[in-house]
């Protein structure tokens, strides 16, 4: 076993990797009741998976569920959803228009778009679950984004208005 | 043992399937003996209590009530039909334990869980057998020096393991394409942890891994590993790569 040396919640202070548990372990997240998820459940549509991207994009600090972490709501996206978001705000970083500060929490976006799909292949029967419920389609997943996050995607003048809809929780089920 | 039954949903529990145990005699008698390989020996035989199914393989000798086998299935949402039972009975005893010879043999170090409580990871030594791994125990009284040298023979063996890697942005899976236990294997031979990575044209100066057990492996920098295990819905460990060959035994 881990030694349990690591204090209490078993921090390391590894840069932005919050460890818990007294050995190293994260304990599962809280309350999955599907209502409790579903808050801005979005309408997903039929569509291709998000491509592989540039893989080395920095990102910002990140929150793993403590006090100081923002929330991350989860917004229910189709394959096509997640392909257009990225390209749209792929798009934005390259036009060198955006604010310093929201070109941060854009990539941020870009990195969690990956790691939604890197979170359904090692955990997927969360998701299943919601999929199971909904009657939704295999290539929906949750993603997940702070406010800060989102507001910043939704001032891109050029999202399209229908996937603006889905990700401010208009087209909300 | 693991649960070769699975765990039934909660629709299954509530429709109150059960499993009888007469039946499920009448079954073992009809499919047990077809399991026999070898040196493994099984017999179903009556004592006081009930019928009981006698495993024996080398040093190994298990006694299991036939009645908790029944519950077990029932439990573990087997179908009350005779495929179903004759198919549960196969996967028990595809999963019984493992002999020390068996670990000498095909051992491979992976990770598990180190408790029951699911909060910490050892190395242990899995066995494939069939559509499973099974991990193997040393029984009491196994000389240290024969333990020893079965762990130092499967740390050796993961390194042939075939993964399959997949890339996700600045995420980097690993997987096995059918032992989801043997999936840790890598995490034994930093070197090909390393150079996986890195072949796959990620660069990771602070790579974290992100670990539960019988999962794909997920490694990625601190801070995209934070985001991930942040907000996993399952138990895992999130290390430093480097800590994961000094973890101890299990």
């Known amino acids: 076993m881990i030694p349990a040396d690591r204090g209490k919640n078993g921090a390391r202070g590894t840069a932005g990797a919050r460890i818990v548990g007294p050995s190293g372990s994260n304990r599962a997240g809280g309350c999955r009741y599907l209502p409790r998820e579903s808050l801005h459940l979005l309408r997903p549509h039929l569509g291709v998976r998000v491509g592989d991207r540039d893989g080395g994009r920095p990102v910002s600090a990140l929150p793993s569920g403590d006090a100081a972490s923002p929330v991350l709501v989860p917004h229910w996206l189709t394959g096509a959803d997640r392909g257009e978001l990225a390209d749209t705000v792929a798009a934005a970083l390259a036009s060198a228009t955006v604010h310093p500060v929201a070109a941060i929490r854009l990539e941020d976006v870009l990195t969690e778009l990956h790691v939604a799909a890197a979170r359904d292949a090692v955990w997927p029967s969360s998701a299943a679950r919601v999929r199971l419920a909904t009657g939704w389609d295999a290539d929906v997943l949750p993603v997940r984004l702070s406010a800060a996050e989102l507001a910043s995607v939704l001032a891109l003048p050029t999202l399209r208005p229908v996937l603006r809809a889905r990700l401010a929780g208009g087209a909300a089920r | ?250």
Request: aromatic share 4%; proline share 6%.
């Open chain 2, 1 to 250: 043992m693991t649960a070769p039954f699975g765990r039934s949903g909660l629709l299954q529990r509530l429709r109150g399937v059960r499993i009888d145990v007469a039946d499920l005699r009448e079954v073992a008698d009809a499919v047990l003996p077809g399991l026999a390989t070898g040196g493994l020996r099984i017999a179903v035989a009556d004592r006081r209590g009930g019928a009981v199914v006698v495993l024996e393989e080398e040093e190994n000798r298990q006694v299991v009530a036939l009645a908790d086998l029944a519950e077990d299935m029932a439990e573990g949402g087997v179908p009350a039909t005779t495929e179903g039972m004759a198919a549960a009975l196969a996967a028990w005893v595809a999963h019984r334990p493992v002999t020390r010879d068996a670990a000498q043999r095909a051992g491979i170090a992976v990770l598990d869980w180190a408790d029951a409580g699911r909060t910490a990871l050892g190395w242990v030594v899995a066995v494939p057998r069939g559509r499973a791994a099974v991990t193997w125990t040393a029984s009491g009284g196994t000389d240290p020096r024969t333990v020893d040298r079965i762990r130092a023979a499967a740390r050796g063996r993961a390194a042939e393991v075939p993964l399959d890697l997949r890339v996700e942005g600045t995420v980097a899976l690993w997987s096995h394409p059918r032992l989801s236990l043997l999936a840790t294997a890598v995490l034994g031979h930093p070197e090909r942890l390393l150079a996986g990575v890195a072949e796959a044209g990620l660069e990771m100066p602070d790579m974290h891994v992100v670990v539960t057990p019988r999962r794909p492996v997920a490694c990625a920098g601190a801070g995209v590993a934070a985001r991930l295990a942040g907000q996993a819905n399952e138990d895992q460990v999130t290390l430093p790569w480097r800590d994961f060959t000094t973890l101890p035994w299990a």
